[in-house]
């Protein structure tokens, strides 16, 4: 199974500061990779999908980068709607699909 | 506008069983691969298990199988999992989620499922 290893697991940032979440899979996943935003009390939303495409009503503060094993999720311009908890998970490989263990992100 | 609703969720004893439905609408049902991943009371999410369009490719993660069947009736644009010999390690909000091509594009706001005696 690939593993995903996100950083960090937690983040405190201000508003309008430039944010990047990492994330690390065990093995090559050729930019087979997802981004989800889950805000409190909610479900997954899709952010990024194939490392770098945005998904549909996605702001264009995000963005995604990455290949081979190192993937970034980058929040542009930090809002208050931003505060949420991001995951990662590739689809290179599966079954299983796997997921990153999460970032918190907080406002400072 | 594409909804999913979970339902069937709720407080089951160890061993005992329990069948979670997803109701969706606002899309062909019968055209998607369909998912469930479940999320333990302040954890991440776990893949738990996939179904094909047609029900032809079915696959589950390690930790539920054997235990764990899902299903679809496209007739009822309905997505089931029945779930057995339940462990306290199950318990977890439940989602079911629409698949494209490896990413999870449309996900239901999920049914909570209580394992304990």
């Known amino acids: 199974d690939i593993q995903m290893t996100q950083s960090p697991a937690s983040l405190s940032a201000s508003l309008g500061e430039t944010v990047t979440i990492e994330c690390r899979a065990s093995?090559?996943?050729?930019?087979?990779l997802a981004w989800y935003q889950q805000k409190p009390g909610n479900s997954p939303q899709l952010l990024i999908y194939?490392?770098?495409s945005l998904a549909d009503g996605v702001p264009s503060r995000f963005s995604g980068s990455g290949s081979g094993t190192q993937y970034s999720l980058k929040i542009n311009s930090l809002q208050s709607e931003d505060v949420a908890s991001y995951f990662c998970q590739q689809y290179n490989n599966y079954p299983p699909y796997t997921f990153g263990a999460g970032t918190k992100l907080e406002l400072k | 506008e594409v909804q999913l609703v979970e339902s069937g969720g709720g407080l089951v004893q160890p061993g005992r069983s329990l069948k979670l439905s997803c109701l969706a609408s606002?899309?062909?049902?019968?055209?998607?691969?369909m998912n469930w991943i479940r999320q333990a009371p302040g954890k991440g999410l776990e893949w738990v298990a996939s179904i094909s369009s047609s029900s032809s490719y079915i696959y589950y993660a390690d930790t539920v199988k054997g235990r764990f069947t899902i299903s679809r009736d496209n007739a009822k644009n309905t997505l089931y999992l029945q779930m057995t010999s339940l462990r306290s390690e199950d318990t977890a909000l439940y989602y079911c989620?629409?698949?494209?091509?490896?990413?999870?594009?449309?996900w239901g706001q999920g049914t909570l499922v209580t394992v304990s005696s």
């Open positions: 194939d490392a770098n």
């Open positions: 989620a629409r698949h494209r091509l490896g990413w999870f594009a449309y």
């Open positions: 093995e090559d996943i050729y930019s087979n």
């Open positions: 606002g899309f062909t049902f019968s055209n998607y691969g």
